[in-house]
């Protein structure tokens, strides 16, 4: 009977400690600010907007909604993900899923979605509002260094240009030295108002519907053993902010709809 006892004397032992150590885990986070990595991707975060853009406001606010505090550092994107695979940060704001990428990181739920179209110059192309007759045409395609494309795109029978930067694809497109960029609309938009004004002149618009739909997640490094924690949290806030509303008032804010 005492050895019975003895059993569960540490069993329950073992149960308060691990009890204590999350609430000390818990409270440890809530009085520090959890530090995540992120590059530029206008309108949708960066330095340079307001309240550093709608995608880092909703992480802010779903992790205020469990006591939890944010800081962001901004960087490119390959130094981020590289860094929080390190454990310099807890995770990423914000990645597309792949399931390569999946092997190695938690998945939040989405946070929304970015819709990736083909901008184009609008007096040259009048007559090609179909993909399909667009890509088995001629033209000039071009690309940002290392994003992510379709299948499509690769595949199609367009010259392909590679840039570092979106803001210098658009430059290209209106100065006719490609016809084609893939973009998510709002960040082509984005671009398309910051154009000098002598390129402005050059109307560019898209063709619909979406080449595809790409839904933004944060990401946390499946190693960490405070990812699914923090995981669990954020996913819990951001449901609540789509419960009361918060979220949609937050993307009618900061992010209005585009219009054509």
Not at 113 to 120: E, P
């Amino acid at each position: 009977m005492s050895h019975l006892f003895g059993k569960i004397s540490r069993y329950a032992f073992l149960m308060n400690s691990l009890l204590f150590c999350s609430s000390l885990f818990a409270n440890t986070l809530a009085h520090n600010p959890i530090i995540f990595a992120s590059s530029e991707y206008p309108p949708h975060y960066g330095t340079d907007l307001v309240k550093q853009g709608v995608v880092i406001e909703i992480v802010r606010r779903a992790f205020a909604r469990q006591q939890l505090n944010i800081d962001v550092a901004f960087m490119p994107f390959a130094r981020a993900m590289h860094d929080t695979e390190q454990g310099l940060y807890a995770g990423v704001i914000a990645i597309w899923y792949t399931e390569a990428r999946a092997e190695t990181w938690l998945y939040s739920q989405p946070i929304y979605a970015n819709h990736i179209v083909l901008f184009k110059r609008k007096a040259d192309f009048r007559v090609k509002q179909n993909l399909d007759t667009v890509l088995a045409g001629n033209g000039t395609l071009g690309f940002v260094t290392g994003y992510l494309q379709h299948p499509l795109l690769h595949q199609s029978n367009l010259s392909k240009v590679s840039v570092a930067s979106e803001e210098q694809l658009f430059k290209m497109l209106a100065m006719q030295r490609v016809d084609y960029v893939p973009a998510d609309l709002q960040s082509g938009l984005y671009f398309i108002s910051r154009l000098p004004v002598e390129l402005r002149q050059s109307a560019i618009d898209w063709l619909a519907p979406a080449l595809e739909v790409k839904p933004m997640h944060l990401a946390f490094p499946k190693h960490h053993p405070d990812s699914e924690y923090l995981k669990q949290q954020f996913d819990l806030g951001l449901q609540a902010l789509k419960d009361s509303g918060e979220f949609a008032e937050l993307l009618h804010q900061l992010l209005p709809e585009p219009s054509k």
